[in-house]
Structure formats: C-alpha cells, structure tokens
C-alpha cells in the first residue's frame, strides 16, 4: 500500500508498535502516537521514535507524534496534521490502552480505586471514539478507509477486572455502531482480537499469570500482519462492523507470526483459569 496513510494510536509498544511496523512493511506512511517520548522515563521500554524508525526500516515512513488521547485537543490537532500533510488517511487503528497497576492482581473490583474505571475507558474506549471521530470526517468525504478497534476475547467473557470487559464490551459495540453509520460512505471498521499477547509488559511479568504458562502467545506483530492483511484486502467491507480474530484471519489470509509457528488465539476460547 505505497501511498497510502495510516495513524496507529498507542503505538510508542505493544501491539500498537506491531501493528504500525507491519503497514511499514507494506510500504505506508504511518503516523504513530503515544506519551513515551524519550527512554527510560516510563516503566517498560519503548518510545514513539524507535517505532518510527522501525517503520521506516520495514519500509514505510514512520512518523512519531506525541499525543495524549485523553485530551480531544491534541488528538484533534494530530488528525489536522495528518490531513494537512497527506489530504488522505485509509487506516486508524486504535490501539492506546492505559492499564491500571492493579488491573492483574486479582483484587476484585470493590477493593481498587475507583480510577481503574477511568483508566480503561477513558484512554480505551473513548480515546478510540474521539480518534474515530475525527478519522470519520476526512474518510467520510473521501469514501473510503478502514478504522481498526484493538479490543479482546474479554468483551465476551470475565478477564482481568471488571472494567477491562466492559471497556472491551463497548469498545465491540462501538465498532457495530460506527460501521452502521460509515456503511454508505464505504468505509469499514473493525474490532479485532489478539490472544496472549507477548508485549512488553507480559514479557516482564508472565510468570505471574497463573494458569496462562503453556498457552503458545503471539508477538506484538502477529496482530499487526492481521491488520496489514485487512488494509491490503479490497473486499474489506464485508468484514465491517464484525468481531474478528487475529488466529483467524491468519487461516483466511494465510500469515504466520515472525517465527514462522501459528499462536493459540483468544483465552476465551479454551477452558477458564484462575487468570482468565
């Protein structure tokens, strides 16, 4: 997709980077975002410009834009930008997640600050409305794109706490609704589910997942060769409003993870552990 302009939020790590580095590879100009701008000031590694050079060496161009997706000001001036400078964008993927501290710790939701809400939803959920939002108004007039929401098997079934399945619940609806209303413009949109992904936060921490210590886990850009194979699909439309699996669309469109072997897929689809 030489020429072709994307905005992945979120994607300073995680799945965010895997997917951004994968419309690199299909030769994008990719717009990432996130609040990580220099090296060690957050907890996990990773910052927007190492991203950005990881697109440009798949073979995009990548371009770090630091962005607060709580604040519809910046998120706005982001979509400004992106239109100023390309008077396009085929592809949103919505990928910016803040995860509360106590998010995996197994304490119920009466026992953890109320914030935990706010967190999940805020950064989520509405961060991926307000993003949709803007990236409407441009794709609406040109007729075409395709709005990607990262969301999880979670929607579906209790994992983690109680905000993070609803947040992931509403993002699905989300997803349904704005496809409704995008249809006649020709514009898709998408929730996606990865399974156990291994970001850096669970590559810090997996030993403590209980239960989730056999489960064959993807890499951050497995999700992302998922994403690249719906951007590059041009029947994209019939998928839209839809819940989709990243294990799944590695069947229909035939990709493999990095390392060549296929992951399990979503918790939800295997028997319920203490973590799930």
């Known amino acids: 997709m030489p020429g072709r302009v994307a905005v992945v939020t979120g994607a ?40 950005a050079q990881a697109v440009t060496q798949a073979g995009g161009e990548g371009i770090p834009v630091r962005c607060d997706h709580r604040d519809d000001g910046e998120v706005e001036a982001l979509f400004d930008r992106v239109g100023n400078e390309c008077g396009r964008l085929d592809v949103l993927v919505n990928s910016a997640y803040l995860i509360p501290r106590e998010m995996t710790s197994g304490r119920p939701f009466w026992e953890v600050p109320l914030s935990n809400w ?87 921490g997996r030993a403590s997942l209980v239960g989730l210590e056999d489960v064959r886990a993807e890499s951050q850009r497995f999700t992302g060769r998922a994403v690249a194979a719906l951007a590059g699909d041009p029947d994209v439309m019939r998928h839209s409003g839809k819940v989709l699996v990243s294990r799944d669309l590695a069947d229909l469109y035939g990709f493999t993870d990095v390392d060549g072997s296929l992951p399990d897929g979503p918790l939800a689809r295997r028997p319920p552990t203490g973590a799930d």
């Open 12 to 51: 300073s790590r995680g799945i965010g980077k895997g997917c951004a580095i994968e419309l690199g590879a299909l030769g994008a100009r990719v717009y990432v975002t996130g609040r990580t701008v220099e090296a060690g000031k957050a907890p996990l590694p990773g910052t927007l410009d190492e991203t």
């Open 118 to 204: 706010d967190d999940c939803l805020d950064v989520g959920t509405r961060g991926a409305y307000t993003a949709s939002a803007f990236a409407a108004r441009r794709m609406s007039e040109q007729r075409s794109g395709l709005i990607i929401n990262i969301s999880s098997s979670g929607a579906a079934g209790y994992a983690w706490s109680v905000p993070y399945g609803v947040g992931k619940a509403a993002t699905d609806r989300l997803t349904a609704d704005t496809a409704h209303e995008l249809e006649p413009f020709g514009v898709a949109v998408i929730s996606l589910w990865p399974g156990l992904v291994l970001t850096e936060r669970v590559q810090a």
